[in-house]
């Protein structure tokens, strides 16, 4: 069983970064893809950024420039790196991976940036 731990969330000053994480942990014979999505109140769940086995990335329109997916194969560890936060980057973060075809989820973790 594939289990997602997200940490590193909180709350920042506007201009201010956070790094999330994210540890995989269980059986995870081969990770396709990793990446992290938010969500606010109302609104659809939207990708942030996501990373490729193969190292591609790529990222949403609004944080490009600002945010930084890496992954530590060693740690089975994925980060989101964020700088210049907005408060528009308030919101749930969460991870998600695909191990073998299926997709799994973590349980979330807040980013507030306030101003």
């Known amino acids: 069983q594939v289990q997602l731990v997200e940490s590193g969330g909180g709350l920042v000053q506007a201009g201010g970064s956070l790094r999330l994480s994210c540890e995989v942990s269980g059986t995870v014979p081969s990770i396709s893809a990793m990446g992290w999505y938010r969500q606010v109140p109302g609104k659809q769940r939207e990708v942030v950024a996501r990373m490729y086995s193969g190292g591609e990335t790529n990222y949403g329109d609004s944080v490009k420039g600002r945010f930084t997916i890496s992954r530590d194969n060693a740690k089975n560890t994925v980060y989101l790196q964020m700088n210049s936060l907005k408060l528009e980057d308030t919101a749930v973060y969460y991870c998600?991976?695909?191990?073998?075809?299926?997709?799994?989820w973590g349980r979330g973790t807040q980013v507030t940036v306030s101003s």
């Open positions: 998600r991976v695909t191990v073998s075809g299926f997709l799994y």
